[in-house]
T-cell receptor
Framework: LAKTTQPISMDSYEGQEVNITCSHNNIATNDYITWYQQFPSQGPRFIIQ???TKVTNEVASLFIPADRKSSTLSLPRVSLSDTAVYYCLVGDGTGGFKTIFGAGTRLFVKA | GAVVSQHPSRVICKSGTSVKIECRSLDFQATTMFWYRQFPKQSLMLMATSNEGSKATYEQGVEKDKFLINHASLTLSTLTVTSAHPEDSSFYIC??????????????FGPGTRLTVL
């Protein structure tokens, strides 16, 4: 049973900021939140990981509220090449977890 | 970043034959690797957890005698699909956890193997 819930799909236009929210109501104290991107016929690619507040790297930002029951992946100024499926996963920070993928969010970026 | 490779990238075989897929962590050691299967337009489904030096742990509904997993070293896990049938045709993806990495709880995924059984 997946521990996360995301919108099934989203549409955007090039140059816009895209925010994808993930619900994880049963997140445990040790769980980190990790987002992956997957293109067709490729393995998922790590985007960003966080535990609380805000994390930013060269490709995205991750916002996590104080209760950690949700998180939002923010993609600034998307391009056509950002069209992909985005997965939000939560896992036990001790490493003793097994990852169950939810349905993910299909982002379609239009010109 | 951590790199995971898979070989072959695609394979076509006849029904009844066995196919071996290799998963390697190229620049880190992985005590634990994971095997997933993904059908078109669907999410990844965890098949089994591969533990170095011990037996794999299979998810419910996955036949351990059909999907043989061997994790003989800290950088290599293999998945053998035995007596493959057309319904086994799928995209198989492995991942490895970098225990020495800076990021906690991060899995790095291989590029996947497309299996087609005729």
């Amino acid at each position: 049973l997946a521990k996360t819930t995301q919108p099934i799909s989203m549409d955007s236009y090039e140059g816009q900021e895209v925010n994808i929210t993930c619900s994880h109501n049963n997140i445990a104290t040790n769980d980190y939140i990790t987002w992956y991107q997957q293109f067709p016929s490729q393995g998922p690619r790590f985007i960003i990981q966080g535990y609380k507040t805000k994390v930013t790297n060269e490709v995205a930002s991750l916002f996590i509220p104080a209760d950690r029951k949700s998180s939002t992946l923010s993609l600034p100024r998307v391009s056509l090449s950002d069209t992909a499926v985005y997965y939000c996963l939560v896992g036990d920070g001790t490493g003793g977890f097994k990852t169950i993928f939810g349905a993910g969010t299909r982002l379609f970026v239009k010109a | 970043g951590a790199v995971v490779s898979q070989h072959p990238s695609r394979v076509i075989c006849k029904s009844g034959t066995s196919v071996k897929i290799e998963c390697r962590s190229l620049d880190f050691q992985a005590t634990t690797m994971f095997w997933y299967r993904q059908f078109p337009k669907q999410s990844l489904m965890l098949m089994a957890t591969s533990n170095e030096g011990s037996k794999a742990t299979y998810e419910q509904g996955v036949e351990k005698d059909k999907f043989l997993i061997n994790h003989a070293s800290l950088t290599l896990s293999t998945l053998t699909v035995t007596s493959a049938h057309p319904e086994d045709s799928s995209f198989y993806i492995c991942s490895a956890r970098d225990q020495g990495g800076l990021r906690t709880d991060t899995q790095y995924f291989g590029p996947g193997t497309r299996l087609t059984v005729l």
